[in-house]
C-alpha cells in the first residue's frame, strides 16, 4: 500500500526518541504542578471554524454511511488550545482556578507536507485558565516553563539552543488604531504572513484592505522592530504612534522581557513582527525558533486569551504555549540523527532449554520483571548459539541461561557468570535504552 505523506511513522527505536521527548516535557509540566489531561480528536466544525484562518486546513470526520442531518458536522482538532477551551466550559464546575494542564496529544491540518509540517502532528501545550480575571505574572510563568523544558531538551537530546520572541497584541492593535486601521484584525494577519510573502506581499495586501501607502510603511517600520535591550518604548514611540492600547502593550512585553531576560538572557528577543493569525489572542504573543535552523519556521508558540472559553455569562482567561513535538524531531528521526541504542525495551533474553521447560523461563522472567528490568522469553527452544544471534539482532544485551538460580551471559563481552534473578542486575547504563545524538 502506497504511504499517506504528511503522516510520519517511524519504527521502534525512532519511536523511542521520540517519548523520550515527551517524557521529559512530561516531567518539567508536572515539576510545575500542570496536570494532565486528554481531549477528544473531534470538535463541531461550528467551533473550529471561528477561530480564525486554519478552516481550510480542517479535516471534516463523519460516519460513512452518515445521512444529512444525523450529527451536527464533525472536524478532528487542528490544535489542543481549541478543544481546550471546550472542555473548560464542560467542566468548569468541577475544576479549581486557576487550573494549570498539560496536553500531550496528535493533532491534524490539511496543509501541503513539508520539513517540519505534517498533516498529523504531536503538540505539547501548556495552559493556565482562570475564571473572570487571570495574573499577568501567569504569561511570564508559561514561557519560564516551556524554555525551561526546551533547555532540558537542549541539554538531554541535543536540540539546538533555542530563541524565544515576544510581542504583545495589545500593542500591535494599538498602534494599528492608532494609525486609523480600519480592520486591525485583518491587518494583524497579513503582517503574520511576513516571513512568507515579504514586505512587498504584505504592502500588497494591506493596500487591498484600504490602507494607505504611509500607514503602510509605518506598520512596516514597527513590525521591523527587534530589540534583545530594554529599548522597546523608545523605539516604538519614535514612530509617533498614540493609543492606549499601545501603552498598555508596552507596558506588558516590556515586564515579561525582564522576567524572562533575566533567567534567560540568550534565548529572549522582542520582535514586533509577531502577531499570531489566530483571532483569540488578546495579549502577549511568543513564537520560538531554533537557533541555526530557522528554515524550519516557529517550533513553539502562544499566548494569551482573554475570552476563547466563554459561556456568555462567565469568561475564563487564560494563557498558553505548544511546543511542535513533530515539527522538532520527526526530522531528526527520519534522517537518523537521533536514535535509540536498541530497538526494544528488553534488557534480558530468558533462553528457553526445551519446550517442556518454557515454565521455568517464565519464572526467571517473572522475578526479572518484579524488579523492573524488562525482558522478554525466547520465541523457541533453538540452540543457545541461535538464541544468543536471535538476541543480538533485537539489541538485547543479555541473555540467561537456566532456572532463577542461573547464569547470564553479556552477549558483547562474552562475560558469563552465575546469578540469582531475584538479585542480579544489570549494568544501569544498559536498563533502558539509550537516546544516541548523531551529526547529520
Request: with cysteine; charged share 25%; aromatic share 8%.
Amino acid at each position: 500500500m502506497a504511504s499517506i505523506s504528511g503522516f510520519p511513522e517511524f519504527l521502534p527505536e525512532g519511536r523511542m526518541a521520540e517519548m523520550r521527548a515527551i517524557d521529559i516535557l512530561r516531567s518539567v509540566f508536572e515539576l510545575h504542578g500542570f496536570a494532565n489531561i486528554q481531549t477528544r480528536a473531534v470538535e463541531p466544525l461550528t467551533e473550529l471554524s471561528r477561530k480564525g484562518e486554519i478552516t481550510k486546513e480542517v479535516y471534516v470526520v463523519r460516519r460513512l454511511h452518515a445521512e444529512a442531518g444525523d450529527v451536527d458536522e464533525l472536524g478532528l482538532h487542528f490544535d489542543l488550545t481549541v478543544p481546550f477551551a471546550r472542555y473548560v466550559l464542560d467542566n468548569a464546575g468541577k475544576l479549581t482556578f486557576p487550573f494549570r494542564r498539560y496536553q500531550i496529544q496528535p493533532a491534524w491540518r490539511g496543509e501541503r507536507p513539508q520539513e517540519g509540517r505534517y498533516r498529523e502532528f504531536w503538540q505539547a501545550d501548556i495552559d493556565i485558565v482562570s475564571e473572570s480575571t487571570l495574573g499577568f505574572h501567569h504569561d511570564i510563568e508559561v514561557v519560564l516553563v516551556m524554555l525551561e523544558a526546551c533547555d532540558r531538551l537542549h541539554k538531554e537530546l541535543g536540540i539546538p539552543p533555542v530563541v524565544m520572541r515576544i510581542n504583545n497584541r495589545k500593542l500591535i492593535q494599538g498602534f494599528y488604531a492608532g494609525l486609523g486601521v480600519a480592520d486591525p484584525l485583518a491587518a494583524i494577519q497579513i503582517v503574520d504572513k511576513l516571513a512568507k510573502i515579504g514586505d512587498s506581499g504584505v504592502r500588497a495586501l494591506l493596500a487591498e484592505q484600504g490602507v494607505g501607502a504611509a500607514e503602510i510603511e509605518k506598520i512596516l517600520a514597527f513590525a521591523s522592530i527587534q530589540t534583545s535591550q530594554d529599548d522597546i518604548e523608545d523605539r516604538v514611540r519614535s514612530l509617533g504612534v498614540v493609543d492606549e492600547l499601545v501603552e498598555q502593550g508596552l507596558h506588558e512585553v516590556q515586564a515579561l522581557f525582564t522576567a524572562v531576560h533575566h533567567r534567560f538572557p540568550d534565548n529572549v528577543v522582542i520582535d514586533c513582527k509577531i502577531a499570531r493569525g489566530l483571532d483569540y489572542y488578546t495579549g502577549s504573543v511568543f513564537e520560538l525558533e531554533l537557533s541555526g535552523l530557522e528554515s524550519l519556521g516557529t517550533v513553539c508558540a502562544g499566548g494569551r486569551y482573554d475570552s476563547l472559553a466563554t459561556d456568555g455569562k462567565r469568561t475564563y482567561p487564560g494563557v498558553g504555549i505548544s511546543f511542535g513535538i513533530s515539527r522538532v524531531f520527526a526530522p531528526m528521526i527520519a534522517t537518523g540523527v537521533l536514535v535509540a541504542s536498541r530497538a526494544v525495551p528488553s534488557v534480558v533474553l530468558v533462553a528457553v532449554d526445551s519446550d517442556d521447560q518454557r515454565a521455568q523461563a517464565d519464572e526467571v522472567a517473572t522475578a526479572l520483571r518484579a524488579r523492573g528490568i524488562c525482558c522478554e522469553v525466547s520465541p523457541n527452544a533453538q540452540k543457545y548459539g541461535k538464541q544468543i544471534r536471535f538476541a543480538d539482532r533485537r539489541g538485547i544485551p543479555y541473555v540467561w541461561f537456566g532456572p532463577v538460580l542461573g547464569q547470564v551471559k553479556d552477549i558483547r563481552t562474552g562475560d558469563q557468570e552465575d546469578a540469582d534473578a531475584h538479585a542480579w542486575s544489570p549494568d544501569p547504563q544498559d536498563l533502558r535504552p539509550v537516546i544516541l545524538r548523531r551529526d547529520a
